[in-house]
């Protein structure tokens, strides 16, 4: 009692609106500091996205029987374009360091069960997320521009924006990166308790809906990347169930404990309740003044 009252003491004279202050003072510079880091890392990302987006365009004519070149429709198409693409840039490669400058600032507050924890969810995080862009880069978008070329012959040549071009390739890469943190964040509700490993074998059909209806919203609106993306997921999905067999089972919550027995009451007692209770259900009395 007397710590509490210190503790209340020592916060109405300043103390804890001085640590609450702190707080706000840290995560202030610590939001500066990420976007300093993000402003710096936009000046190269915008600088060479030219470069970047010549790259991906030779990389996907490549082994192609139909060149084709990109063309613009706006005066400031190509402007935003390269913006666009040094902003995604200067958000994939500072990954690293923006967590880095979070890290600094919650680990103080955490167990450390808790940093090895969120260090490691977060390394899988991001390994897991370039491993779908690099997937989608590298397979699904060649095929899906082998495939869509296919259909030019003569009379019929393809005339491809450059926004369209680029935004194609950043949804495709963005929508597997996204998918592919579903067995991160599985595996994280079997190890908190919140859904059961036999469960989610018996639900197989529904979770193969909703990969289905996530691909379809995720991807452009064609067949062959929304296909590959939930072919890719769904084995995902397996790998993760083969995986879940080997991580420890949360503890089950105890079964509530019976209560004890009832001891039944003296006869003395057990006969003034059921005079009392005679009494109470006796009908009340009417005197000469309650006639009617």
């Avoid at 079997?190 to 989610?200: A, E, F, M, Q, S």
């Amino acid at each position: 009692m007397a710590n509490r009252k210190k503790r209340r003491e020592g916060f109405r004279d300043g103390g804890g609106m001085n640590v609450f202050f702190s707080h706000l003072e840290a995560l202030r510079r610590m939001l500066l500091e990420v976007l300093a880091i993000f402003v710096l890392l936009l000046i190269p990302g915008w600088y060479w996205a030219a470069e970047i987006i010549a790259v991906l365009q030779h990389y996907a004519a490549s082994g192609l029987e139909t060149q084709f070149s990109l063309r613009y429709f706006a005066l400031m198409e190509p402007f935003v374009v390269e913006f666009k693409t040094g902003v995604l840039l200067a958000l994939g490669a500072g990954m690293p360091l923006y967590f880095w400058r979070i890290w600094h600032f919650l680990a103080p507050a955490l167990y450390r069960h808790e940093r090895r924890w969120l260090a490691g969810g977060a390394l899988a995080a991001w390994g897991l997320f370039m491993a779908g862009v690099c997937l989608a880069l590298f397979a699904v978008v060649p095929l899906l521009l082998r495939f869509s070329l296919s259909f030019a012959r003569t009379g019929l040549e393809p005339l491809i924006g450059v926004e369209n071009f680029v935004m194609l390739i950043l949804t495709i890469c963005l929508a597997f990166g996204v998918m592919f943190e579903f067995p991160l964040l599985l595996l994280l509700l079997l190890l908190l308790g919140v859904i059961r490993l036999d469960t989610l074998c018996r639900q197989r059909p529904t979770v193969l809906v909703i990969i289905l209806v996530l691909a379809a919203i995720l991807t452009p609106p064609d067949v062959l990347s929304q296909v590959m993306l939930a072919v890719t997921c769904y084995l995902l999905f397996e790998l993760t169930l083969l995986v879940a067999r080997f991580l420890p089972r949360p503890p089950e919550s105890p079964e509530p404990e019976s209560e004890p027995p009832v001891e039944p009451l003296p006869e003395v007692y057990q006969a003034a309740e059921r005079r009392a209770l005679r009494r109470r259900s006796r009908p009340p009395r009417r005197g000469p003044y309650f006639r009617r």
